[in-house]
């Protein structure tokens, strides 16, 4: 009969071989319509905030869903606010068809360049912005804008003159306005769609972010490219946003190491998206495709279509649309 001492030390030889018992983990689910893993910037600011997160050994993981495998692009939005998604990154304009004021995000003309957009982040016009992503449940952890263009499988497109008789893809419901009223037939899609729509000729001429044209390989589909240049008229906000149900529900340190991952994100983003106009020339003329930009007259015209279609159309039917557009273009 063993004694209790040599009991006492068996449990403890068996214990030293034993496998430690893993602790609870609350795991997050994060989801974007980008590729991933292949370099899309916006990838991978949700996978640096995935590894900060993970890094901090809080008891906190992020499992990121890329390329529209967990919701489609529109879909993110309610599960967003309905807390059955905890975190996601899109562009904010596609939630306009709930909440109309966010079309302001990707008002044609109105950012004119990254700093520009960064002045933004920090004005009584994005502090409104936010607030209403606040009241509808999600919160942004982190700014991101990106800048754009136009393409084309028929023609350069510079003044507006340029895209009248053209079916082209706009990218929210502002741009919609200002190309119809220049005479362009409008198809609403995500930018995840492009290329299969201008592969089976639903699509002759598309705007999007520069990350997309490259993302999506559609200097594989146009003839022509018109580059953001000095007078890009295309700025999109496409924040990284939390579900506020998420938030109330994590630990104190789970939801700081969140909110720090999401700080470093935005830092790398900031640095990196300005690389991006070039790379963007880069990749389309390697493939062949003519590269163009639009003059500052050029710029000027589609202003003006723009504010006879689009800003009128948001300041009259927009709660509080002509105080935030005032707001917007007050920033310097």
């Given at each position: 009969m063993r004694t209790p001492k040599a009991l006492l030390a068996m449990l403890a030889a068996l214990c030293v071989g034993a496998p430690a018992v893993a602790t609870a983990q609350t795991v997050l689910k994060a989801s974007h319509q980008f590729p991933g893993g292949k370099g899309d910037p916006r990838d991978e600011m949700v996978q640096i905030i995935a590894r900060e997160v993970e890094q901090a050994n809080v008891g906190l993981k992020i499992q990121v869903f890329a390329g529209s495998s967990l919701y489609k692009p529109n879909e993110q939005w309610g599960a967003l606010t309905k807390g059955q998604l905890d975190i996601a990154a899109f562009p904010l304009d596609y939630a306009s068809g709930r909440q109309p004021q966010f079309s302001a995000t990707l008002m044609p003309g109105l950012v004119r360049n990254f700093d520009h957009a960064k002045r933004l982040n920090a004005s009584p016009f994005m502090a409104d912005i936010k607030k209403i992503i606040?009241?509808?449940?999600?919160?942004?952890?982190?700014?991101?804008?990106?800048?754009?263009?136009?393409?084309?499988?028929?023609?350069?497109?510079?003044?507006?003159?340029?895209?009248?008789?053209?079916?082209?893809?706009?990218?929210?419901?502002?741009?919609?306005?200002?190309?119809?009223?220049?005479?362009?037939?409008?198809?609403?899609?995500p930018s995840s769609e492009i290329y299969s729509?201008?592969?089976?000729?639903?699509?002759?001429?598309?705007?999007?972010?520069?990350?997309?044209?490259?993302s999506y390989r559609l200097y594989?589909?146009?003839?022509?490219?018109?580059?953001?240049?000095?007078?890009?008229?295309?700025?999109?906000?496409?924040?990284?946003?939390?579900?506020?149900?998420?938030?109330?529900?994590?630990?104190?340190?789970?939801?700081?190491?969140?909110?720090?991952?999401?700080?470093?994100?935005?830092?790398?983003?900031?640095?990196?998206?300005?690389?991006?106009?070039?790379?963007?020339?880069d990749t389309f003329k390697k493939a062949g495709v003519e590269v163009t930009s639009m003059t500052k007259a050029d710029f000027d015209a589609w202003l003006a279509v723009a504010k006879a279609s689009s800003y009128k159309n948001f300041a009259e039917k927009v709660k509080g649309g002509d105080e935030l557009i005032k707001k917007a273009l007050a920033v310097e």
């Open positions: 606040e009241q509808a449940g999600a919160v942004v952890i982190a700014d991101a804008w990106l800048s754009g263009g136009f393409a084309s499988k028929k023609t350069c497109i510079r003044g507006p003159e340029t895209i009248k008789g053209q079916v082209t893809r706009a990218a929210g419901p502002a741009f919609e306005q200002m190309l119809a009223a220049a005479g362009a037939s409008i198809a609403s899609m729509a201008m592969q089976t000729g639903v699509l002759d001429a598309t705007n999007t972010s520069s990350e997309s044209f490259v594989e589909q146009v003839k022509c490219l018109t580059a953001p240049g000095e007078n890009a008229l295309w700025f999109m906000y496409e924040p990284v946003l939390a579900s506020k149900q998420t938030l109330e529900r994590l630990k104190p340190e789970q939801r700081k190491a969140l909110l720090d991952g999401a700080k470093k994100a935005e830092q790398w983003f900031d640095q990196e998206i300005r690389k991006g106009d070039q790379k963007l020339i």
